[in-house]
């Protein structure tokens, strides 16, 4: 069993988004403006694992000494990078010594009035000095924020309570993980080889014999056409590339009308005519190792098959006779007794003659196909074809130039409950057709699976739906985290070549 691996791009995707703290610091992206008389180099923004919030702080220390007259006053505002959405902390004021003397005595004398400069919470400078100021704030996570700044707006007044300076400053640009287009991995897992394939075909062939009698008559009710298109599918088969015949299996079915007993000897009869016909015609077929010719009978079965179907009036109370009764003479006396014959009829006239039919079965070991053999194999008989064979044609469809989407689409059809071929084609119709919606639906049987999780992440997030992309990581990144530690490998053990 080979080794199960993980991109490493997934890893520290699942990493940043699922296991670690996510945030952004003023002191590692930006440093303050040197015209700024302001230090915003401890503020920072998280977003802590678990928490579907934004934690902004703001933290501020003056540079430059503030005008003993002076009032400024500092509006944090965290602003998206189109600049359409917002979020507002709480302003601050700050005033010089004199200035914070007189706002102190203003308010206490009760003569400061709402909205003159110093009528909120004011901070002394000199108090601000020695141990700066930090203003905290929790918002709701949304997308916007991930790329977000914190943008400072200052507006100072002098003694005369006039505006005279107003300025703005970024304190930081936030660069917060989040998982986008640029994250996208696409894992194509390498199926096990198989040295020895098995490919079976069947043809039903409805040769017509006139009533009672087991003699061919080639020119009998359009038996011509019928015996042209047995030794076009046999011609076929025999003639498909890396292919030995190990068995050959011949049945012969009768409508079921008349004697049980008798219709299996005349279907026996009229399958060994067919065969010694066909063998006549095809010499190869008797060298197989397992020849068989076998007279079914009558063919209930195919009947029932045929009448569920069906808009038959009377199509429940045929299928509970059939289903009710063991005996076949039984089944056929309780059909005729319906509605004075007219249904039995009318089974006698547009459903029995399918069901008087020949069946030849072949079945075929296949040799491994070389990869220069693979394209031509898969416009031919790709039921030929193993899925470590088709995921070869794919990787050679991709080497060239061309969407190797077809080779998963069929792998996936002809294997429909393997969890590799699940996996790669639900890969490829994100990777290949940008088609999210139908690769959820590939997943829906392996959605328990750890190696369906960063798939259907990248789906999700195609969709919009970037909260539950980022659930499906975190989860992601933690059941490869239980793999580490427990030392086994991930689901089905098997490689992965990554595409980016």
């Known amino acids: 069993m080979k080794p199960y691996h993980i991109n490493k791009k997934q890893i520290l995707i699942m990493g940043c988004l699922g296991m670690f703290p996510l945030f952004s610091s003023a002191q590692d992206i930006l440093s303050t403006s040197g015209t700024s008389r302001w230090d915003y180099s401890n503020s920072r923004v998280e977003r802590e694992p678990g928490r579907d919030a934004l934690d902004i702080t703001f933290s501020v220390f003056p540079l430059a000494g503030l005008g003993s007259q002076e009032v400024a006053y500092l509006f944090p505002v965290y602003v998206s990078a189109d600049g359409r959405d917002s979020v507002r902390l709480e302003p601050v004021c700050v005033a010089g010594k004199r200035r914070y003397k007189v706002i102190k005595r203003r308010k206490a004398l009760g003569n400061l009035k709402p909205g003159n400069p110093g009528s909120g919470e004011v901070r002394s400078a000199k108090v601000l000095e020695s141990s700066g100021l930090t203003v905290k704030r929790s918002v709701p996570f949304e997308r916007w924020m991930a790329d977000g700044r914190l943008v400072v707006r200052e507006v100072s007044y002098g003694c005369a309570e006039c505006g005279t300076n107003e300025s703005e400053d970024i304190a930081f640009q936030a660069g917060i993980p989040l998982f986008g287009e640029k994250d996208y991995a ?53 003639n498909i590339q890396g292919t030995s015949l190990k068995e050959v299996h011949i049945k012969g079915y009768a409508s079921p009308e008349g004697s049980f007993d008798y219709n299996r000897s005349l279907a026996q009869r009229r399958t060994q005519t067919l065969s010694d016909y066909i063998s006549r015609q095809y010499p190869a077929l008797k060298n197989a190792p397992v020849y068989r010719t076998e007279g079914i009978g009558e063919d209930w079965e195919g009947l029932k098959s045929m009448v569920s179907g069906s808009t038959l009036v009377n199509r429940d109370e045929i299928l509970f006779i059939i289903g009710h009764n063991e005996r076949d003479t039984e089944r056929e006396e309780a059909i ?66 061309m969407s190797p989407l077809p080779v998963y689409e069929r792998a996936y059809g002809q294997f429909p409950d393997d969890a590799v071929a699940i996996l790669n084609y639900a890969n490829a119709l994100l990777k290949y057709g940008q088609d999210a919606d139908g690769a959820l639906r590939v997943l829906e049987p392996v959605t328990n699976d750890s190696r369906a999780f960063f798939p259907m992440a990248v789906a999700y997030n195609m969709k919009g739906d970037w909260r539950k992309a980022e659930e499906l990581i975190k989860k992601a990144g933690m059941a490869q985290g239980k793999q580490k530690l427990s030392g086994e490998p991930g689901d089905g053990g098997n490689n992965q070549q990554i595409e980016m």
């Open 336 to 401: 005729r007794a319906l509605d004075d014959g007219r249904s039995y009829r009318l089974l006698l006239e547009e459903f029995y003659p399918g069901l008087r039919r020949t069946t030849f079965g072949l079945s075929f070991d296949v040799r491994p196909y070389t990869v220069e053999e693979l394209p031509e194999i898969f416009e031919t008989k790709p039921e030929c074809l193993s899925q470590h064979e088709m995921y070869q044609l794919a990787g050679l469809y991709a080497s060239r130039g």
């Open 186 to 238: 696409y894992s194509f897992i390498e199926p096990e080889k198989v040295m020895i394939k098995c490919y079976k075909d069947s043809f039903d062939c409805k040769v017509v014999f006139p009533v009672a009698r087991h003699d061919l008559q080639e020119d009998f009710a359009g038996n011509a056409q019928e015996l042209d298109r047995l030794k076009k599918f046999l011609s076929e088969n025999l």
